[in-house]
């Protein structure tokens, strides 16, 4: 695609005698030809980065073009640079990029004709392109869900399809799955489920091709589904904390640009494998994470496991055993007694601040001889003793099983709630 491309790129500039740029949607350049002293500095910089700043693209696009049907002209919203004529490249009714001239003296008429026809063989060899695109990408997606399918010979088949696709290079890598949904999935509305899809792929090719400040380093691969959406990512190193806010940054920018007011995105990081096969263990603790988030507001809407503490043994867990579990004698009792006197929130404060009755009594803002107060009377109430490492550690488990419990049932009444038929209304 790419010597064809340049082939219409470097036909058409030399007819013209102007500098000639070809780009995707996003405007992220594909073909570039040579300049004609003709250039600014906003063309060299294109050339050199192969994409334009995010903000820049977002001026341009705000203008328009994307709902262009024949060749205009653009105003670059920069000091010292030349206005554009663009000529959108469309194929069987799909916008798959734009042509671009330096708008830098008087346009003939048949210039834009010459133009028109240029971008015309542009969007064939961009339409072919998609169509390969696409029949890769939905046989990568398929081999994807085979590789975290719950029967082992369909596994062990999508590991050797994977090889056999060399996608990866054969050398170390660490592989990574990223768990995406939105906060309330059973919620989500066609609208919102598209543009999280979009906002998805967006993110993937983002960092698989280290466009627009991408900070991760190698390949994302993306599955997505109705009910979940994930990246497998092979790169050199585990991804840092930085990157990993980068990527939910990415996700969520994307997706509020696509639908405004759209919710919250969670995303889980499963742990790092280093064998294709061992892909369905991340995949299994990212969605662990991500139902974290979306349970626990404390977490916030990114989830590592490896830092979800007890949560990552209490998520697997069967519900009914977690409501079982949660019924801890000590604190029943505790809720019986506390009514609204902020026992149960002193005690998980002071357990939350591992037994810390400085920092507990600050975070509470209360005095001191208060705290103390309210924990002689706690144990007096569950009748454990604090000072105890097992009776500390009974407490604390049972307040973040019950803490669980609450999520999962406030979660089934609000669905409950929504599935509910509307009244009849009388016709008397």
Same mark, same amino acid.
């Given at each position: 695609?790419?010597?064809?491309?340049?082939?219409?790129?470097?036909?058409?500039?030399?007819?013209?005698?102007?500098?000639?740029?070809?780009?995707?949607?996003?405007?992220?350049?594909?073909?570039?030809?040579?300049?004609?002293?003709?250039?600014?500095?906003?063309?060299?910089?294109?050339?050199?980065?192969?994409?334009?700043?995010?903000?820049?693209?977002?001026?341009?696009?705000?203008?328009?073009?994307?709902?262009?049907?024949?060749?205009?002209?653009?105003?670059?919203?920069?000091?010292?640079?030349?206005?554009?004529?663009?000529?959108?490249?469309?194929?069987?009714?799909?916008?798959?990029?734009?042509?671009?001239?330096?708008?830098?003296?008087?346009?003939?008429?048949?210039?834009?004709?010459?133009?028109?026809?240029?971008?015309?063989?542009?969007?064939?060899?961009?339409?072919?392109?998609?169509?390969?695109?696409?029949?890769?990408?939905?046989?990568?997606?398929?081999?994807?869900?085979?590789?975290?399918?719950?029967?082992?010979?369909?596994?062990?088949?999508?590991?050797?399809?994977?090889?056999?696709?060399?996608?990866?290079?054969?050398?170390?890598?660490?592989?990574?799955?990223?768990?995406?949904?939105?906060?309330?999935?059973?919620?989500?509305?066609?609208?919102?489920?598209?543009?999280?899809?979009?906002?998805?792929?967006?993110?993937?090719?983002?960092?698989?091709?280290?466009?627009?400040?991408?900070?991760?380093?190698?390949?994302?691969?993306?599955?997505?589904?109705?009910?979940?959406?994930?990246?497998?990512?092979?790169?050199?190193?585990?991804?840092?904390?930085?990157?990993?806010?980068?990527?939910?940054?990415?996700?969520?920018? $994307?997706?509020?640009? %696509?639908?405004? #007011?759209?919710? =919250?995105? +969670?995303?889980? /990081? @499963?742990?790092?494998?280093?064998?294709? &096969?061992?892909?369905?263990?991340?995949? $299994?603790?990212?969605? %662990?994470?991500? #139902?974290?988030? =979306?349970? +626990?507001?404390? /977490? @916030?809407?990114?989830?590592?496991?490896? &830092?979800?503490?007890?949560?990552?043994?209490?998520?697997?867990?069967?519900?009914?055993?977690?409501?079982?579990?949660?019924?801890?004698?000590?604190?029943?009792?505790?809720?019986?007694?506390?009514?609204?006197?902020?026992?149960?929130?002193?005690?998980?404060?002071?357990?939350?601040?591992?037994?810390?009755?400085?920092?507990?009594?600050?975070?509470?803002?209360?005095?001191?001889?208060?705290?103390?107060?309210?924990?002689?009377?706690?144990?007096?109430?569950?009748?454990?003793?604090?000072?105890?490492?097992?009776?500390?550690?009974?407490?604390?488990?049972?307040?973040?099983?019950?803490?669980?419990?609450?999520?999962?049932?406030?979660?089934?009444?609000?669905?409950?709630?929504?599935?509910?038929?509307?009244?009849?209304?009388?016709?008397?």
């Amino acid at each position: 695609m790419v010597d064809d491309l340049q082939d219409i790129v470097d036909d058409l500039a030399e007819r013209l005698r102007r500098s000639v740029a070809i780009d995707d949607p996003r405007l992220r350049l594909l073909a570039a030809s040579r300049h004609f002293d003709d250039e600014d500095a906003t063309r060299v910089a294109s050339v050199l980065n192969r994409s334009i700043d995010p903000r820049l693209c977002e001026e341009i696009l705000a203008q328009g073009i994307a709902r262009w049907t024949a060749p205009g002209r653009v105003v670059v919203p920069l000091a010292g640079a030349s206005r554009r004529i663009c000529v959108p490249i469309r194929c069987n009714g799909l916008l798959l990029g734009y042509l671009w001239l330096i708008d830098s003296g008087p346009t003939r008429p048949q210039h834009e004709d010459v133009a028109r026809e240029a971008a015309e063989r542009a969007g064939a060899v961009l339409y072919r392109a998609l169509l390969v695109h696409e029949r890769a990408r939905a046989r990568h997606e398929a081999i994807l869900w085979e590789l975290v399918a719950t029967d082992h010979a369909v596994r062990s088949q999508a590991v050797d399809d994977l090889r056999a696709e060399q996608l990866f290079p054969d050398t170390a890598l660490c592989l990574q799955v990223l768990g995406i949904q939105h906060q309330n999935p059973d919620r989500l509305a066609a609208p919102q489920a598209v543009a999280l899809e979009a906002a998805v792929e967006d993110t993937q090719s983002w960092m698989s091709h280290g466009q627009g400040g991408a900070v991760v380093r190698g390949h994302a691969l993306m599955a997505a589904d109705k009910s979940r959406m994930w990246l497998l990512l092979a790169v050199p190193e585990p991804l840092s904390h930085r990157e990993l806010d980068a990527v939910h940054a990415r996700l969520t920018t $994307r997706f509020e640009q %696509l639908l405004r #007011r759209g919710g =919250q995105i +969670v995303l889980g /990081i @499963g742990g790092v494998v280093h064998r294709i &096969e061992d892909v369905i263990d991340s995949y $299994r603790e990212a969605f %662990l994470a991500v #139902r974290a988030a =979306q349970l +626990v507001p404390s /977490i @916030g809407p990114l989830a590592r496991w490896g &830092e979800l503490g007890p949560y990552e043994l209490l998520l697997k867990m069967p519900a009914d055993d977690l409501f079982a579990a949660a019924q801890v004698p000590a604190l029943v009792a505790l809720h019986r007694a506390d009514g609204n006197r902020g026992l149960v929130a002193t005690l998980e404060t002071f357990l939350d601040s591992a037994g810390d009755a400085a920092r507990t009594a600050r975070r509470l803002e209360v005095h001191r001889a208060t705290l103390y107060h309210r924990l002689k009377r706690i144990e007096q109430l569950t009748g454990c003793e604090l000072s105890r490492g097992e009776d500390r550690l009974t407490l604390h488990l049972g307040l973040k099983l019950q803490a669980l419990a609450a999520a999962y049932r406030n979660e089934t009444a609000s669905l409950a709630v929504e599935e509910k038929p509307a009244p009849m209304r009388s016709v008397s």
